[in-house]
């Protein structure tokens, strides 16, 4: 129904956007319609499955859950039974020949997530080259990262800003591609030295690449003369 609130627009974003433990903690909405209560049991399943917690899926999704849990279910067996995961496949592709449900999106979604783990993009995009959401749309920008084909992954993100430019994914899969992309521009280098030293990581590969492509960047000099001054340091104590 056109105009009618969506109810699970802020849990949608905080799953999209990382924040599994506020998309858990701010799950429990009223008044949701039926297929917004699948919708949203997913969203909370998928990331517990973020963060971990696969057997607390496995326990809590029975077999007479709706299609789109059971494939989440498998997604959180596919992940946590690394050595039995040929069974879970087997019941994957057995699922997607089905066709009472094998053309259900967010069966469609999980087999293009395992199958991108398994790096097997041709198997992947046989199921989300469709597209018909946002999730398999940005699944398919990313499945076309990983291919090196940036061509593709770009007409696939002109899509979805055709649908919607300002959803969250459609922003997301607008950063994946500029970062593909750019590997080399330097502010993109700058901008990925800086966010690692934010998070505690390692910077070392983004500021090497960065020295070699632009010698004269602010943040290459200043790299260099904070190099110049401790090694001027150890010296005058050796």
Same mark, same amino acid.
């Not at 089905?98 to 790096?119: M, Q, S």
């Not at 061509?151 to 994946?176: K, P, S």
């Not at 505690?200 to 260099?224: C, D, F, M, N, W």
């Given at each position: 129904?056109?105009?009618?609130?969506?109810?699970?627009?802020?849990?949608?974003?905080?799953?999209?956007?990382?924040?599994?433990?506020? /998309?858990? *903690?701010?799950?429990?909405?009223?008044?949701?319609?039926?297929? #917004?209560?699948? +919708? $949203?049991?997913?969203? !909370?399943?998928?990331?517990?499955?973020?963060?971990?917690?696969?057997?607390?899926?496995?326990?809590?999704?029975?077999?007479?859950?709706?299609?789109?849990?059971?494939?989440?279910?498998?997604?959180?067996?596919?992940?946590?039974?690394?050595?039995?995961?040929?069974?879970?496949?087997?019941?994957?592709?057995?699922?997607?020949?089905?066709?009472?449900?094998?053309?259900?999106?967010?069966?469609?979604?999980?087999?293009?997530?395992?199958?991108?783990?398994?790096?097997?993009?041709?198997?992947?995009?046989?199921?989300?080259?469709?597209?018909?959401?946002?999730?398999?749309? /940005?699944? *398919?920008?990313?499945?076309?990262?990983?291919?090196?084909?940036? #061509?593709?992954? +770009? $007409?696939?993100?002109? !899509?979805?800003?055709?649908?919607?430019?300002?959803?969250?994914?459609?922003?997301?899969?607008?950063?994946?591609?500029?970062?593909?992309?750019?590997?080399?521009?330097?502010?993109?280098?700058?901008?990925?030295?800086?966010?690692?030293?934010?998070?505690?990581?390692?910077?070392?590969?983004?500021?090497?690449?960065?020295?070699?492509?632009?010698?004269?960047?602010?943040?290459?000099?200043?790299?260099?003369?904070?190099?110049?001054?401790?090694?001027?340091?150890?010296?005058?104590?050796?």
């Amino acid at each position: 129904m056109a105009g009618s609130p969506d109810h699970l627009f802020n849990l949608r974003n905080n799953f999209y956007l990382g924040s599994y433990q506020a /998309a858990i *903690n701010n799950s429990d909405l009223p008044n949701l319609s039926p297929d #917004d209560a699948v +919708e $949203r049991d997913c969203l !909370v399943y998928r990331s517990y499955i973020a963060l971990g917690s696969y057997q607390l899926v496995i326990n809590e999704i029975d077999s007479s859950a709706a299609t789109p849990l059971q494939a989440v279910k498998l997604l959180a067996l596919y992940l946590s039974s690394p050595h039995d995961k040929e069974s879970t496949i087997s019941s994957l592709k057995e699922w997607l020949a089905d066709p009472a449900i094998g053309n259900n999106p967010i069966l469609r979604l999980i087999a293009g997530i395992i199958f991108t783990h398994e790096e097997d993009y041709n198997e992947a995009l046989k199921h989300t080259n469709a597209g018909g959401t946002m999730e398999l749309h /940005a699944l *398919n920008v990313q499945i076309f990262i990983k291919m090196h084909r940036s #061509d593709y992954a +770009e $007409r696939q993100l002109r !899509v979805m800003q055709q649908i919607d430019e300002d959803h969250t994914l459609t922003q997301l899969a607008n950063a994946w591609l500029n970062l593909a992309v750019d590997a080399k521009d330097p502010e993109t280098l700058a901008n990925l030295v800086v966010c690692s030293l934010h998070l505690g990581k390692s910077s070392s590969r983004y500021l090497s690449q960065l020295k070699l492509t632009h010698p004269e960047h602010i943040l290459v000099k200043r790299a260099s003369s904070a190099e110049d001054s401790f090694e001027r340091a150890v010296q005058s104590v050796a």
